[in-house]
């Protein structure tokens, strides 16, 4: 692949001659073109590929969204009576607003106690033991959901659970984990912190290390207490990490999927369904690939307006140093 | 301290190092008490696993084993095709890695040397699809594949993997802090870009590799949601698939089986995480793009 033959150096068999590669207008613009030709055809299967694979299909699913398609017809255009349909859909409407809960909750508990654990790992202690405690956090985060979601809904079960089991034992009820409408939920939420919350935790840990000792060194001379030392100092300086893995964690979890899909089908009743879960189910079981579709778009709008919405608000309120 | 004016008395030093030790110990048992809620699910697991099928549900539950039943891992092999779906695993979280380091590397390496029109617009471009969940592409991409007879077989899950906007931004950054000197040296000596990019640039680069190839692999290798969508024959699934249809297809029944299923699925990813965990937790923070 020659793709570009320097014009500036010549090169004799033994000797090499180096010549400025940038003299004479001519041979410059030459060479230019020569690199920019060479960089297009670097640049080219990434961008075939995110063309096909990414632009095409999100142009595509706006488009098949005021359709009607099952694959095997032709798409025949209905204007927007799918969004109709989903504003009146309730099951669509349950999804958004599980999801929602859903987002709201591990988001808060993950960093909440990411935080603490992160703070909690800056104390004194021997190097092996911070190691311990990274890879005991961490392990969760590269295994994937579907093995968790399998061994949670063992653990979780109302009659044979270990968790129920150990419950009864400290005199407390039998918990319907995955069994009704009002825990099913929370527990995908459980599922789903225990999780995520060593990726936020090691978030928190880089963040901790940017934070400069002297500012700590001063506060413990004039006798601030750690919890004022949280919420004075520690917080508003690594803002700028909360905020990031805010993001992070808001934008993962509005796509959640594999925890619920596993752990309870959705349900019972659509009591856990989730957004993605709607669309997986319009789109590839009812093969309403058209409405399906429609919530696609609609959770891709979703996703941005919360990018978009974080991004003002750490103008407002994030402290960067 | 030395130079604070009254010196204080020993009582009020020796209770400050009391409350302090107190606050640390406290500390701790609050981190051991977490770190076993995050360990325990893998030890029931592999304890589980290795409970005769009949016992593996009952309670109180066994954290040590005792039987060590192997035949479950045995099980796993003769109920279900579980060597063909970790040689799907393989084959595609391999497949996606090899892809998509030489359609990364290429684009970072323009982006980070290159000079060409549009170079700006263009690097935006690849990069708003860092916004773009899988779920609002995957409807078409379903189709796509259909039209182009791809439905159903490996390539499916691989193909669309090759392009990752992610990857190129990684090894753009990385490309923009070797120094210039070396490759300025073998331009002088007449070498191509081509020549450049392979010989001076990639093996420079090879951390970055590294962390791309690490990341890649483990997400691939857990992936679920296109795999279960992409694939709908049985010899076709990777890991994450039959598992689940594993755990469908015998029930309560067989925990043991099903979790022995689960722990060697886990195995590769362990065995990662002990040679690569800097890469590994490194790339991961640097990212933030782990789903």
Same mark, same amino acid.
């Given at each position: 692949?020659?793709?570009?033959?320097?014009?500036?150096?010549?090169?004799?068999?033994?000797?090499?001659?180096?010549?400025?590669?940038?003299?004479?207008?001519?041979?410059?613009?030459?060479?230019?073109?020569?690199?920019?030709?060479?960089?297009?055809?670097?640049?080219?299967?990434?961008?075939?590929?995110?063309?096909?694979?990414?632009?095409?299909?999100? *142009?595509?699913?706006?488009?098949?969204?005021?359709?009607?398609?099952?694959?095997?017809?032709?798409?025949?255009?209905?204007?927007?009576?799918?969004?109709?349909?989903?504003?009146?859909?309730?099951?669509?409407? *349950?999804?958004?607003?599980?999801?929602?809960?859903?987002?709201?909750?591990?988001?808060?508990?993950?960093?909440?106690?990411?935080?603490?654990?992160?703070?909690?790992?800056?104390?004194?202690?021997?190097?092996?033991?911070?190691?311990?405690?990274?890879?005991?956090?961490?392990?969760?985060?590269?295994?994937?959901?579907?093995?968790?979601?399998?061994?949670?809904?063992?653990?979780?079960?109302?009659?044979?659970?270990?968790?129920?089991?150990?419950?009864?034992?400290?005199?407390?009820?039998?918990?319907?984990?995955?069994?009704?409408?009002?825990?099913?939920?929370?527990?995908?939420?459980?599922?789903?912190?225990?999780?995520?919350?060593?990726?936020?935790?090691?978030?928190?840990?880089?963040?901790?290390?940017? *934070?400069?000792?002297?500012?700590?060194?001063?506060?413990?001379?004039?006798?601030?207490?750690?919890?004022?030392?949280?919420?004075?100092?520690?917080?508003?300086?690594?803002?700028?990490?909360?905020?990031?893995?805010?993001?992070?964690?808001?934008?993962?979890?509005?796509?959640?999927?594999?925890?619920?899909? *596993?752990?309870?089908?959705?349900?019972?009743?659509?009591?856990?369904?989730?957004?993605?879960?709607?669309?997986?189910?319009?789109?590839?079981?009812?093969?309403?690939?058209?409405?399906?579709?429609?919530?696609?778009?609609?959770?891709?709008?979703?996703?941005?307006?919360?990018?978009?919405?974080?991004?003002?608000?750490?103008?407002?309120?994030?402290?960067?140093? | 301290?030395?130079?604070?004016?009254?010196?204080?008395?020993?009582?009020?030093?020796?209770?400050?190092?009391?409350?302090?030790?107190?606050?640390? $110990?406290?500390?701790?048992?609050?981190?051991?008490?977490?770190?076993?809620?995050?360990?325990?699910?893998?030890?029931?697991?592999?304890?589980?696993?290795?409970?005769?099928?009949?016992?593996?549900?009952?309670?109180?539950?066994?954290?040590?084993?005792?039987?060590?039943?192997?035949?479950?891992?045995?099980?796993?092999?003769?109920?279900?095709?579980?060597?063909?779906?970790?040689?799907?695993?393989?084959?595609?979280?391999?497949?996606?890695?090899?892809?998509?380091?030489?359609?990364?590397?290429?684009?970072?390496?323009?982006?980070?040397?290159?000079?060409?029109?549009?170079?700006?617009?263009?690097?935006?471009? !690849?990069?708003?699809? !860092?916004?773009?969940?899988?779920?609002?592409?995957?409807?078409?991409?379903?189709?796509?594949?259909?039209?182009?007879?791809?439905?159903?077989? !490996?390539?499916?899950?691989?193909?669309? $993997?090759?392009?990752?906007?992610?990857?190129?931004?990684?090894?753009?950054?990385?490309?923009?802090?070797?120094?210039?000197?070396?490759?300025?040296?073998?331009?002088?000596? $007449?070498?191509?870009?081509?020549?450049?990019?392979?010989?001076?640039?990639?093996?420079?680069?090879?951390?970055?590799?590294?962390?791309?190839?690490?990341?890649?692999?483990?997400?691939?290798?857990?992936?679920?949601?296109?795999?279960?969508?992409?694939?709908?024959?049985?010899?076709?699934?990777?890991?994450?698939?039959?598992?689940?249809?594993?755990?469908?297809?015998?029930?309560?029944?067989?925990?043991?089986?099903?979790?022995?299923?689960?722990?060697?699925?886990?195995?590769?990813?362990?065995?990662?995480?002990?040679?690569?965990?800097?890469?590994?937790?490194? $790339?991961?923070?640097?990212?933030?793009?782990?789903?």
């Amino acid at each position: 692949m020659a793709l570009s033959d320097r014009p500036g150096s010549a090169s004799l068999p033994g000797m090499t001659v180096p010549v400025s590669p940038r003299s004479g207008t001519g041979s410059l613009r030459g060479e230019q073109r020569r690199e920019a030709r060479a960089a297009y055809v670097y640049l080219l299967p990434v961008f075939v590929l995110f063309v096909v694979f990414v632009a095409g299909p999100l *142009i595509a699913s706006v488009v098949l969204s005021f359709t009607r398609y099952d694959v095997v017809s032709e798409p025949v255009g209905i204007g927007l009576d799918n969004y109709q349909r989903l504003a009146g859909d309730e099951r669509v409407i *349950i999804s958004f607003r599980n999801t929602f809960v859903f987002v709201i909750l591990s988001t808060l508990l993950e960093i909440t106690i990411a935080l603490l654990l992160a703070v909690g790992v800056q104390s004194r202690m021997p190097t092996f033991l911070r190691y311990v405690f990274r890879t005991a956090f961490f392990l969760p985060v590269i295994t994937s959901s579907t093995a968790i979601a399998i061994i949670f809904s063992y653990m979780f079960s109302r009659d044979f659970g270990v968790i129920n089991y150990y419950l009864v034992q400290l005199g407390f009820e039998r918990v319907p984990w995955l069994n009704s409408t009002q825990w099913s939920l929370f527990t995908i939420v459980l599922a789903s912190v225990w999780q995520r919350l060593g990726f936020t935790f090691i978030l928190f840990v880089a963040g901790l290390q940017n *934070i400069p000792r002297d500012i700590y060194e001063a506060a413990s001379i004039d006798g601030v207490g750690p919890f004022t030392r949280l919420r004075t100092l520690t917080i508003p300086l690594l803002s700028p990490t909360i905020l990031f893995a805010t993001v992070i964690g808001v934008i993962a979890s509005l796509q959640v999927f594999e925890t619920p899909f *596993i752990m309870t089908r959705g349900g019972p009743g659509d009591s856990s369904r989730t957004v993605v879960m709607m669309i997986q189910e319009s789109a590839f079981q009812n093969l309403e690939f058209g409405y399906g579709s429609a919530i696609a778009v609609i959770l891709f709008v979703v996703i941005m307006l919360f990018t978009l919405l974080q991004f003002w608000m750490s103008q407002r309120w994030v402290h960067y140093q | 301290m030395a130079f604070i004016v009254t010196p204080e008395p020993r009582r009020a030093v020796m209770l400050r190092r009391l409350r302090a030790s107190i606050a640390d $110990g406290t500390v701790f048992l609050l981190l051991l008490g977490v770190s076993i809620v995050m360990m325990a699910p893998f030890i029931w697991m592999l304890s589980t696993s290795l409970r005769s099928p009949l016992q593996s549900f009952l309670l109180p539950p066994k954290w040590i084993p005792t039987d060590w039943q192997w035949d479950n891992y045995a099980a796993v092999f003769d109920q279900v095709p579980f060597f063909r779906f970790f040689l799907n695993s393989v084959l595609i979280s391999g497949a996606v890695v090899i892809g998509q380091l030489v359609t990364s590397a290429m684009a970072a390496y323009a982006f980070a040397r290159l000079r060409f029109p549009g170079k700006g617009m263009l690097f935006v471009v !690849l990069m708003s699809s !860092l916004m773009v969940p899988i779920q609002a592409t995957v409807i078409p991409i379903f189709v796509l594949l259909g039209e182009l007879r791809l439905a159903d077989t !490996l390539w499916a899950v691989i193909l669309p $993997g090759w392009s990752s906007a992610f990857g190129v931004f990684l090894l753009r950054q990385y490309f923009l802090t070797i120094p210039n000197d070396l490759e300025d040296a073998a331009r002088l000596d $007449g070498a191509t870009h081509w020549r450049i990019f392979v010989d001076v640039v990639l093996p420079l680069a090879r951390p970055a590799l590294a962390v791309l190839a690490i990341l890649t692999f483990n997400q691939y290798w857990n992936e679920f949601f296109r795999p279960f969508i992409f694939l709908t024959s049985y010899e076709n699934f990777p890991l994450p698939v039959g598992l689940v249809t594993l755990q469908g297809y015998l029930g309560n029944g067989s925990v043991a089986v099903v979790l022995a299923g689960v722990a060697l699925s886990l195995f590769p990813v362990l065995v990662l995480y002990i040679f690569t965990q800097r890469y590994l937790i490194e $790339g991961i923070t640097l990212t933030g793009l782990k789903g």
